[in-house]
């Protein structure tokens, strides 16, 4: 009887939703995410000096840190803490589109396309 109740418990346990889905960016380390979050800030704190913060480019900004400072704390959490890393996927995932969710995809660290757009 036990034998079947620990394949029940096999069957019914799989492994934690944190880790599957923090696979999807298996190809980022964990250096790399923190470098493109220090972008990020450092884009933020360019577009306050300049002031820039009323506009929708500050907001592509935000959002783009975000993304990569909810990566980056993942990718820094203890492995064993799919609690905190399941709630903080679960906001990048609702902040990434679904296709770029899927593919693990994530936005660059600052609103690249507006430098495109005004230069």
């Known amino acids: 009887m036990t ?11 799989p492994a934690p939703a944190g880790s599957i889905d923090l696979a999807r960016f298996r190809w980022c380390p964990a250096a790399h995410a923190k470098a493109q979050w220090e972008f990020g800030c450092r884009h933020l704190e360019w577009l306050e000096r300049v002031g820039g913060i009323e506009t929708d480019w500050y907001e592509d900004a935000l959002w783009c840190r975000r993304c990569w400072d909810l990566l980056d704390d993942c990718l820094r959490i203890h492995p064993h803490d799919d609690g905190a890393i399941a709630c903080k996927l679960t906001e990048l995932r609702r902040l990434l589109d679904d296709d770029d969710w899927r593919a693990g995809r994530m936005p660059p660290p600052g609103p690249l396309w507006r430098f495109r757009d005004r230069y």
């Open 3 to 13: 034998g079947w109740l620990f394949a029940l418990a096999l069957c019914v346990d």
